[in-house]
């Protein structure tokens, strides 16, 4: 006689964590957010408007949203990843976070170099 196989339920988190922080999910959010940082340092660069500078501005911040946010949150949430590879993600994000930031074009950045020029 057929019995169908026992699944058990997954939670809605893991069900979650499964859809978002996939592999695909991953490259796919990174690569536009390389993509997005790309085009706003293009549109930045060569344009001659303040408006377009601001566009670009605004695209290069969302793209270092999307890589920073994605790289941060993998590092958290993927508990199946090798616990160094976890550590180089959450390293990693923080250290964009610090050196690029998200609105250099607005304040700067956060310049950081008399910190480590012993000389200057």
């Not at 001659?48 to 270092?64: A, E, H």
């Amino acid at each position: 006689m057929y019995q169908p196989v026992y699944q058990p339920v997954k939670s809605t988190s893991d069900t979650v964590k499964g859809l978002v922080f996939s592999n695909m999910m991953i490259a796919l959010v990174v690569g536009a957010g390389l993509l997005l940082i790309w085009l706003g340092a293009l549109l930045w660069g060569f344009s001659d408007d303040s408006d377009v500078d601001k566009i670009g501005m605004f695209l290069r911040s969302l793209g270092m949203l999307l890589l920073v946010g994605m790289l941060l949150m993998t590092g958290l949430v993927r508990t199946d990843m090798n616990n160094w590879v976890r550590v180089i993600l959450i390293l990693s994000s923080t250290l964009m976070l610090i050196y690029i930031g998200f609105w250099e074009g607005f304040w700067g950045g956060l310049d950081l170099s008399g910190l480590f020029n012993p000389y200057g």
